[in-house]
């Protein structure tokens, strides 16, 4: 059974594979099935775009939260994990630790997803990359700054994709902030100055979900790496995107995501283009 759980060792051609999905016309690969989507974190961009890529596939979604599933508590992982997969063609979740996923995915008869883990977000990653493919007409050889706390989930599954697929990624964030496993051929640096001639630059909140006992500490040690009008100078002919949700005055200024050089729309549209492209790609799996 194949998951996607990470970008981390998916091939070139499994990624664009996806990708080209993303952009094909849907199948009716969930006609008369379910997707489990299920969630322990809030979402406003992975919750509805699963739930639109899952009604054009012909399928049903299914928005399920810790309260009513009791994972662990009222009932095992496993006996869950079979459970769902006796309705759903795909079983998706947004979970704070990674190894739930994992041990999901090892129960599962059917594909579990990563909807955003303490440390992965691939679907993120994926409609990432197809934004960079759309903006720049290709995804090899493109430049990208990713600016800020470059060891969380966002920064993981972009490096992984970039590495995959030959885009040149670097990592702008101060020590203790950096991608503690980046791929070959991630750069990382503490400079600001490294965003010159980037045809993309990437941010991310400094404080993600689940680290608001941090927030104090992340702001004084991440302030400084703001994306502002005057660090996108340094980068003339760059694209902004962003994940999003993102906080105007702490990680990027309302100029800059507001601005003609802005692409976070076009981007959060693309969950839903590469939400469904990952699960055609998947439910085409053995
Ligand atoms: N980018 C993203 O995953 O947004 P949500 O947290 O709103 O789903
Ligand atoms: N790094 C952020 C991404 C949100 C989509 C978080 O985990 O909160």
């Given at each position: 059974m194949t998951h996607l759980l990470?970008?981390?060792?998916?091939a070139r051609g499994d990624i664009e594979a996806m990708l080209a999905l993303a952009e094909a016309t849907p199948a009716p690969l969930l006609a008369g099935k379910g997707a489990a989507l299920y969630f322990e974190k809030p979402s406003a961009r992975t919750r509805n775009s699963m739930e639109l890529a899952v009604h054009q596939l012909g399928g049903h979604p299914v928005y399920l939260t810790p309260g009513e599933?009791?994972?662990?508590?009222?009932?095992?992982v496993e006996d869950i994990a079979r459970t769902l997969a006796c309705y759903h063609g795909v079983i998706c979740a947004r979970v704070f630790d990674h190894g739930l996923l994992e041990q999901l995915a090892s129960a599962s008869p059917v594909p579990v997803v990563n909807m955003l883990s303490g440390t992965d977000h691939p679907l993120q990653g994926l409609a990432d990359l197809l934004t960079i493919r759309q903006l720049?007409?290709?995804?090899?050889g493109v430049k990208v700054a990713y600016v800020g706390d470059g060891d969380n989930n966002v920064a993981r599954s972009l490096a992984q994709g970039c590495a995959a697929l030959g885009a040149e990624l670097t990592i702008v964030a101060p020590e203790g902030y950096?991608?503690?496993?980046?791929?070959?051929?991630v750069r990382q640096t503490t400079?600001?100055?490294?965003?010159?001639?980037?045809?993309i630059v990437y941010s991310d909140v400094f404080v993600s979900m689940g680290q608001d006992a941090e927030t104090e500490r992340r702001m004084a040690d991440l302030g400084a790496y703001q994306v502002n009008e005057a660090l996108m100078a340094k980068a003339p002919d760059a694209w902004f995107l962003h994940c999003l949700p993102a906080r105007r005055g702490e990680e990027v200024t309302a100029g800059v995501i507001?601005?003609?050089?802005?692409a976070v729309w076009r981007q959060a549209e693309n969950r839903m283009h590469s939400a469904r492209g990952a699960l055609m790609w998947l439910l085409q799996q053995d």
């Open positions: 990470t970008l981390a060792g998916l599933l009791g994972i662990g508590t009222r009932e095992s720049c007409g290709r995804i090899e950096q991608l503690s496993d980046a791929p070959a051929g400079d600001l100055a490294a965003v010159a001639g980037a045809d507001d601005g003609p050089r802005s």
